[in-house]
């Protein structure tokens, strides 16, 4: 009999899913939601601001509650369950993950653009020296070709990440884009891969199961599909999901269910759904915080924003870039005066 | 330059959507979203009782309107969808469709279930009388092996049917098994196939993709999710995503997402979201109609319902059967106390 597969959940309802709740999460939340998670025997579960780590910000959104409160709270609820930390270098810092480390955190996450993982080295070097599990993380990944992605792993291997994530922040990439980026992924680097999936275009579940068929190890899920957009993974369905497939993660189907119906929908303001906004954003592959910028320069040049986003995304502008919406827009506009 | 692969999608949101409003359709309502679907050039548009023609009852839920007058506004307002009915032998009969073609519905679907494809033979044969393109619908799929499937599909297509459909009316099948069940569909039968999700799972979108890769070209879609359970593969998703794959729809991106935003969402009276009991349906793979016998044996039987549930999925219980479920749950309280 050959051992069955297995696979290691990371649980983001309280990270990434703090942009469903607009970082609105109390501490007794917190306790309440890594208690289920903790009893469910989830590995990992990653508290932080949605924008990881001194996220709390005018930009990012205000937080509730000072996220180390957070971690502190969560780590205090859980014996099994490991607490994770998100850190993206530029908005957080090595004092900042230090800090979390010294109340628990025993994962750390470091986030960086697909083709920036240089920016993660010294971050990297500091999570494993702090003793910390790392995580290589290379946010919207659909912005770069399988080749670009295995240098910019091989970048984070080298740091001394023991695992590096394909993250489709935007929702947008199609089950045969993972399946060819986890398989490259696969192919050259010898540390763990992990998959982080968004719901916008419906893709969440098929995607990460072509990575998981592809390689990845480790995979994220939010219970209830608390994430940015249209959510990621619902945990809860994935772990009835992969358990049919006779692919073992060791969570505890009935109680993540229980915790899902019970404690989670009730404190959700509005129920996750693939809206008309979330669905844009997964298609054009752009950056949530595009959506505004392009709303105002569609209402200023008289053009639909969808249009706008859509062309940002064929141009792959990235974050930084946002002074090219109006130009785009300007462009567009152009173009329609001459139709 | 090959010829772009096409699909033909049907909207089922004024059918299997039906179920999401508890049969609570208004003939303004139904106008207006048959009016947007007819001008995002949606070809297939289905309008019926959730249970098909004749489904208004005590049993399956009473429509507040006659179904129709929903047709007969349906075909008032659609100049280039065509209306489709389905009919479920025992439930609706011949007289019904008869009535609905004579209103102007142009498609037949026939539906049993996956074993009982003989009980069709003349629905299928007077649908095709009265001229009509004509579906058979094999419901419960996955409780069917590939080659009892296909043996089915032979005996619709006898008949005379045009189209013959894999339906997963519990949302249970997984990719690979939607993947096995087209395939050897394909590869007996000559008419075209079809199939329809439920999103139970949150595989919807990856079955419909494995569907569609392993030669079916009529898909079924409701608009913002609406059907039963946890409702169908999502409409407007679907259309973005094919038209990212470059499968040709023919159908208005934008068109469907306003008309999901604008017109549809908001006659929704709870947003569609995979909750505890869909999920625990589509796991077990039974019908949802089973759920509320099972909570009341639970409650006799000191249970769990979703043991209960599991065990009918495990044993391939059917509807009509429902006395199993007392003996079932009698045993399981039996195994129970000897542990």
Chains 1, 2 share one sequence.
Do not use: W
């Not at 982080?196 to 098929?206: F, G």
């Amino acid at each position: 009999m050959t051992e069955r597969q297995k696979v290691l959940l990371t649980e983001v309802a309280l990270r990434d899913g703090s942009h469903a709740l607009s970082h609105q999460y109390t501490v007794q939340q917190v306790e309440k939601i890594a208690k289920g998670l903790n009893e469910a025997k989830v590995p990992y579960i990653e508290v932080a601001h949605g924008d990881g780590l001194a996220g709390s910000s005018l930009q990012y959104g205000r937080s509730k509650t000072n996220e180390f409160e957070l971690i502190e709270a969560a780590v205090a609820v859980t014996d099994f369950s490991k607490v994770a930390v998100l850190l993206i270098p530029g908005i957080g810092t090595v004092k900042e993950l230090k800090q979390a480390q010294q109340l628990g955190a025993k994962m750390a996450r470091i986030a960086t653009h697909v083709t920036e993982a240089d920016v993660s080295a010294q971050h990297i070097y500091a999570a494993k020296e702090l003793g910390m599990e790392t995580v290589g993380f290379l946010m919207m990944s659909h912005m770069a070709e399988p080749e670009k992605i295995v240098e910019q792993a091989k970048l984070m291997e080298s740091y001394g990440a023991d695992i590096v994530y394909v993250v489709d922040s935007a929702g947008a990439l199609l089950p045969n884009q993972v399946t060819t980026r986890i398989k490259a992924m696969k192919e050259t680097i010898g540390v763990e891969i992990g998959f982080h999936a968004h719901n916008n275009l419906s893709l969440a579940m098929a995607n990460t199961l072509a990575a998981i068929e592809a390689g990845a190890t480790r995979i994220d899920g939010s219970v209830r599909c608390l994430g940015a957009g249209a959510g990621n993974t619902q945990t809860e369905v994935l772990v009835g999901v992969l358990d049919r497939m006779g692919i073992e993660t060791g969570v505890d189907f009935y109680k993540m269910m229980d915790l899902a119906e019970n404690v989670v929908a009730p404190i959700l303001p509005v129920p996750q759904e693939i809206t008309k906004n979330s669905l844009v954003l997964g298609y054009a592959g752009v950056y949530s915080s595009f959506a505004l910028h392009a709303q105002r320069a569609a209402e200023k040049f008289n053009l639909d924003a969808r249009d706008i986003l859509i062309e940002l995304g064929n141009r792959k502008v990235v974050g930084g870039q946002e002074d090219m919406i109006v130009d785009v827009a300007a462009e567009l506009a152009k173009v329609k005066t001459f139709v």
